[in-house]
Structure formats: C-alpha cells, structure tokens
C-alpha cells in the first residue's frame, strides 16, 4: 500500500515523499521512495504506484505473477505458498488489506495451481508442472478430530433422548445422512418414503438477514440426491410426523402449509439455521463436547463412518453430494447401491445398541 508523507531535506528543504513497497531483482520486497515538490504531485504518484502493484497482485500471487510460464520453477510455488501463509490475499472487506491464510486454504490453492499447470503439460505449454513437487503446508493437528469419536456420539445421542423425541429425532438424522445445515432444515415429511426406507434432498433452508428462507434445490447437481436410511431412523420419523400434525392442530384451520417440513420453526414455518446451531451447541455442552461447528461436525463424523465402513470413495461422495474436482474418480469410480445400503445397515445398529435399548 503506497503512503504520502511530509519530510524536510538539507538540499531541497521541506519536499512531499511517495512511498511504497514492491518486488526487487532478488526477490524479496523493499521500500521504495520518490520526492516530490507538491503534496499533489507525490499523492498522483503514489496512487499510481499502488495500482500498478495491485495488478500485479499481493502475496502468492505477487511470487509468480511476473514469471514467465516456462521458468516456472518448484522453488516459486515453495515461496508462492509460503508468501500466502505469511502474508495472505486481498480482503473482502477492504481490498487495500492482506492477512495469512489457513493452511488449509493454501493447500486448496496448491491443489488448483497443480492442476491447471498439469493442464499445461498436457496442451505442451511446459515440459513439467513444478507444483508436483512442491510441498503445501501440513494442516494443523491442533485443531482436533473435525468429526466426534465413537465415544462421543454414543454420548451426544444419549444426552439428545433425555431431551425428547423431537431432539434424539434431529441429532440421529444428522448422524445417519451428514446433510448440511441448510439440507437438514429443508427436509419435509413429502421427502421420505416410509416404505423404501429413503430420504431426498431436494430444498435448502438458508439465512439472510437474520431471516429463514426457503430455496427449491441444493448446493450443487450432486447435492440433489436420495439416499437410504435405517429403520429406526424411520420409525422417529414416523413418531416425529405425529407430533407434528398434531401442532399443526393447535396453530389453526387456516394452516394449509406445504411443504410439511420434519423439523420446523413457529407456526411450521422453517427453522432458522443459527437457532439449530445454537440448539446442537447446547446438546454439545450438555454432554461435556467442546468445539466449533456443532451442525457440520455431524456431517464430517457421518462421511468417516461411512468410509471407515466402505472404503469406497465415490459411496461417500455420493451420500454426502459432494461435488468432486478429482476427474479420474468421477469417471472409474462407481457408487454402489449395495454399499449404500449396506452403510444404512450400519447407522441402524449405532442407534439401536446403545446399552442394549432402542
């Protein structure tokens, strides 16, 4: 970011000063400086200066924006890499701005970089793609598990019982399907079928401005899907459609709403997204389970049973609706419905051993 300044000098006097950072011919950054007789003149300046560089970019990108495809070494995607980790990108809230990215976010963009330059040796651009060997950053083990423990989900699912029906209904639904927020607050009593033991994704519940809004479709083509689901997760279902006809008694003949949505808000409307959150926060709390992502931590915990259970990749795709990058797996990797099947199989007998109750 270039910077105007006001400084005195032995040969010129008091002369206006046009500051900036950019790239030398060694690689690394430098101040830079350029006098000038008017405040006008050094501001002009600068403003010109700071566009030049934000075209060029700022971190990673700023490391191989200037280097010419084909010299294009391994050694600049290291730096590239390490640059974003230090310094980042542009912020969405302020341009002008930078700040270090997650190393998870730096391995994404390795992964993009890899791809497109093997793109390029395929189309004989480059004789190789130095991101191959490269090395991303090893994402942190800090953070802990990203899905619960086996442990942990018995807990969660035995604290939800002792908080109702409508409760253990919800965290099982998480744990059997792995939906996304927005997914698990879209479903309706029209999306299971009771007697194929199925459930389809078909609308999401979003938030804006503080306010639930319904949206027909999914995240993706992928997110709209049917998967199987256990029988004991049908039979709350089933128990959960009871409950809520009979609230839709009490709000009134003049309630004729469609979708029946299986978890709703007020009066059937959709519940907000924060209010599940805040909810699944506190069962969290209750059963002594720390951490972030109290919605989303049920989908990563649904995804590894699922691949701990199958090993198949494209199974778990699939289920969760993942849109996959990975063309090799899109292509020679194939879904089956017997390991689908059988990964319901298995979420039934998670929710009907605990302490040998259903």
Known sequence: MASVRKISTKSAGTVWQARWRERGPDGHDRSCAKNFSSHRAARDYANIKE?????????????????????????????????????????????????????????????????????????????????????????????????????????????????????????????????????????????????????????????????PVEREGGKSAAALRTISIPPALVAMLQAQKTRILEQALAWGPSYSRSPLYCLPGPDGKAMAPEYLSRRMRQLMQAAGISGRSPVHRWRHTSGSVLYDLTRNVKTVQQRLGHSSYHTTMSIYVHAAAERDREASEHFERILTTRNGKP
């Not at 990673?60 to 084909?70: N, S, V, Y």
Request: cysteine-free; overall charge positive; hydrophobic content about 35%.
């Open 51 to 211: 566009q030049t560089i934000e075209r060029r970019g700022i971190g990673g990108a700023r490391e191989l924006g200037d280097i010419p495809l084909t010299k294009l070494t391994t050694a600049h995607v290291d730096n590239a890499l390490s640059a974003l980790l230090r310094q980042g990108g542009r912020s969405q809230r302020d341009p002008k701005q930078s700040r270090p990215l997650a190393r998870s976010t730096v391995r994404r963009v390795h992964r993009i970089l890899s791809v497109a330059l093997g793109r390029a040796v395929k189309r004989h651009l480059i004789p190789g793609n130095p991101a191959a060997d490269a090395t991303p950053p090893e994402t942190s083990s800090s953070s802990g598990p990203k899905g619960f423990s086996a442990q942990e989900v018995k807990a969660l699912l035995d604290v939800a019982e002792t908080k109702g029906p409508e409760t253990l209904t919800l965290t099982a639904l998480l744990l059997v399907t792995g939906l996304r927020r927005s997914e698990v607050l879209g479903v309706s009593f029209e999306d299971v079928d009771f007697e194929a033991g199925t459930l389809t994704v078909r609308r999401t519940v979003l938030e804006i401005a503080h306010q």
